[in-house]
């Protein structure tokens, strides 16, 4: 079954409930060629040309400026970037074609870059640059029209507001942060739809993503970081993080709330067959992996993928569900013939649990005809 309808099925759909005529087809058909016709006029590998072309020409200007000494000028290197920055905001905004879109953003990464690094050569305080980071991601979250940059503001964004938290309190405050994005992420794939109506429009899906890898990226950390010897000294963390029990409760009732929500979405709140066995298994998934808090969230985006058929989201949470999992294998303290029985255990568990849904669909087909 495909993800995402074809628009012959969404014709099909409106024309049986009658908000088009039956004329549509051809009009569909007109304006699809008008528009393939006006993006498509060049093909694939020439604007990956443009594109490689405009990043090379970004690298030839910077070496130039590095020739030429300006990169030791702490200074001129912030102007520098500060002025790189503001000119590939203009430009983006008044340029069109792949060659001009590729080369502001390049000189948009470039131009942030030399900005951070001068204000730390400067000898400014980590917080100053972490805040001086959030300004700019918000900043260019909000003038620059590009799916890249919003992608990867955001992800600045996350990182700033985690190095401030982890500087003004410590590793736990770094924890909170991760549940408030989680939340955000939620929040975000639910109300997609009135999102992208609204003001955020275009950016709702690269903050979406961007919150799909930052949340699971920093819990990927945290199990890293817990399971090496002596690797604090590295980070200099002031605080220990919130106990991973802890995290893996909120994550169980952030997932119960967003699976009621899809269900109620769905009109399927009311449907015992439905919802009971799904709270039972998020019970007994919390229940079993209570120090790897990672595999919940990488539940939470599989479902959320699977509701807003994000093939992209659906990727990322089999990777990172496949990397938890790995994790989740290695750190169970018993032998390995029991970890091996564990595992056979889950997957007739697992098999059992597609049966069950298997002979329910069939029953719901069933009764449908």
Not at 55 to 75: D, P, R, T
Not at 96 to 121: I, K, N
């Amino acid at each position: 079954m495909a993800l995402r309808p074809t628009i012959q099925d969404v014709l099909a759909g409106l024309k049986a409930e009658g908000h088009v005529d039956a004329e549509v087809d051809a009009r569909a058909r007109t304006a699809l060629e008008i528009r393939q016709k006006t993006l498509g006029a060049s093909p694939w590998f020439v604007k990956a040309l443009a594109g490689a072309g405009a990043w090379m020409a970004a690298a030839f200007m910077l070496s130039f400026f590095a020739c030429v000494g300006l990169w030791k000028e702490e200074a001129a290197l912030t102007g520098l970037g500060l002025a790189l920055t503001v000119a590939s905001v203009f430009l983006r905004r008044n340029t069109r074609g792949p060659f001009m879109e590729q080369l502001a953003l390049a000189l948009c990464l470039s131009g942030v870059g030399a900005f951070l690094t001068g204000l730390g050569t400067l000898d400014q305080g980590t917080l100053t640059l972490a805040f001086t980071g959030m300004v700019v991601c918000i900043a260019l979250l909000a003038t620059f029209p590009d799916l890249i940059l919003y992608f990867l503001a955001t992800v600045g964004l996350c990182v700033s507001v985690a190095v401030l938290a982890l500087e003004a309190v410590g590793g736990a405050a770094v924890d909170v942060w991760m549940l408030v994005c989680a939340a955000a992420l939620c929040g975000v794939l639910l109300f997609e739809p009135q999102l992208r109506r609204g003001q955020l429009g275009a950016r709702v899906g690269p903050i979406a993503f961007a919150l799909a890898c930052a949340v699971p990226g920093w819990l990927l950390f945290r199990s890293y970081e817990n399971s090496q010897e002596g690797f604090h000294y590295l980070f200099h963390f002031e605080s220990r993080f919130v106990p991973s029990a802890y995290l893996s409760i909120v994550l169980a009732l952030l997932a119960g709330v967003t699976g009621w929500r899809v269900l109620r979405e769905l009109g399927q709140e009311h449907e015992k067959r439905v919802w009971i066995p799904a709270v039972c298994a998020l019970v007994l998934l919390t229940v079993m992996t209570l120090n790897t808090p990672g595999v919940l969230v990488a539940a939470l985006m599989l479902t959320l993928g699977f509701h807003r058929r994000s093939r992209v989201m659906l990727g990322l949470a089999v990777a990172f569900l496949l990397t938890f999992g790995a994790y989740y294998y290695y750190d169970l303290h018993i032998t390995l013939l029991a970890k091996a029985l564990a595992l056979v255990g889950s997957g007739l568990v697992l098999l059992g649990v597609r049966q069950f849904f298997l002979r329910r669909e069939s029953a719901v087909l069933a009764e449908a005809r």
